[in-house]
């Protein structure tokens, strides 16, 4: 069973400054998804993620995935307050998640 | 086109009693899943149906749980005899997929908060 890590797991950001979060798993996994959750809210697409190598961009958010290292990658380039949320990693045909990145950003 | 949608959002109801939720999935996905997530954690994958067929449970789905799509259209979840420990978050997903081929990526409807007291 795909067993997946975040780090970190709570982010505190300054607003204009980057960032990044990581995302290991255990097997291999022939995609590998991002989703964000807003407090009370349910689970938003953000990417994913096909192939080794593959690079996937929207506005200040950029993912990555690294198979042969089985590390994905989220970059936050220069926060805003709007990012505050929970970003999740997940792989796998019934997706098993990491535990979450929560993200704060500060003035 | 609307996204998946769920029934109820909230439900608060008392230790021993049975419940049932519904979802709606985007109308021409073929998958759908079901997942619970309790607070400050990741959804845990519980089931998932291809058309009406339920192909995977997982061993956090006791007996007291159930799960039916039978037209392969919307889908009813079913907790018999609630537990304190029932209480979270229960989500609903759905995607397009082959049996074969892999499964596309899957939209979340927007969930049902249970509270067993």
């Known amino acids: 069973e795909l067993k997946v890590e975040q780090n970190p797991l709570f982010l505190s950001m300054q607003e204009g400054k980057n960032y990044t979060i990581y995302c290991n798993y255990s097997t291999t996994s022939d995609r590998l998804y991002w989703y964000r959750q807003d407090p009370g809210k349910s689970l938003e697409s953000l990417f994913v993620?096909?192939?080794?190598?593959a690079v996937k961009q929207e506005g200040r958010l950029m993912a990555s995935l690294d198979t042969k290292a089985r590390l994905s990658t989220l970059h936050i380039t220069a926060a805003v307050h709007d990012l505050s949320a929970t970003y999740f990693c997940a792989g796998g045909y019934k997706l098993s998640f990491g535990a979450g990145t929560t993200v704060t950003v500060r003035a | 086109d609307t996204g998946v949608s769920q029934d109820p959002r909230h439900k608060i109801t008392k230790r021993g009693q049975n419940v049932t939720f519904r979802c709606d999935p985007i109308?021409?996905?073929?998958?759908l899943y079901w997942y619970r997530q309790t607070l400050g954690q990741g959804p845990e994958f519980l089931t998932y149906?291809?058309?009406?067929?339920?192909?995977?449970k997982s061993r956090l789905l006791s007996d007291r749980f159930s799960a039916e799509r039978p037209k392969g259209s919307f889908s009813t979840l079913e907790i018999q005899r609630t537990e304190q420990g029932d209480s979270a978050m229960y989500l609903c997903a759905s995607s397009s997929g082959g049996l074969a081929g892999l499964a596309r990526t899957q939209y979340f409807g927007p969930g049902t908060r249970l509270l067993v007291l």
């Open positions: 109308s021409e996905h073929n998958r």
């Open positions: 149906f291809q058309n009406e067929a339920q192909l995977e």
């Open positions: 993620l096909l192939s080794n190598g």
